[in-house]
């Protein structure tokens, strides 16, 4: 199907067997062109079991880095710079303050907060992503 087979003669010492058994094969996977020769045993059939293994096993090699690639690529696109226009949400300890900046929200009520009296921080957030909600459906 996709894998061509060429039979020749193996090089190489092993006598007079050598020059008369075509008992070398060399696999190419037409696709990606990749080659495995193998001339190892005297049988041709146990040098194509073993030329087909090593061909699998470099194509399932290649597909995999091919994939951890791709995955690589995906994460460092998904992470960011970390500059301060990146943050959704800014603690300023000194200053006591809370800025959520996707809403443009400043709150100087860091220590309320932290406490976990969350209804000013929370309040502003649902009003803003329901009138986005909203604007999205009209």
Known sequence: NDIRVDVFRSSGPG???????????????????????CQDEKSQHKNKAKALKVLRARL???????QEAK???????????????ERI??????????SDHRINLTLYKLDVILTGMLDDLIEPLNNYF?????????
């Open 15 to 37: 006598g007079q067997s050598v020059n008369t058994t075509d008992s070398a094969v060399r696999l190419t996977h037409i696709p990606t062109g990749l080659v495995v020769i």
């Open 71 to 85: 995955i690589a690529q995906d994460r460092k696109s998904q992470v960011g710079t970390g500059d301060r226009s």
């Open 89 to 98: 949400r800014t603690y300023n300890v000194p200053q006591n303050r809370v």
């Open 130 to 138: 329901q009138a986005e909600a909203l604007k999205g459906a009209a």
């Open 60 to 66: 399932l090699d290649s597909m995999q880095r091919e």
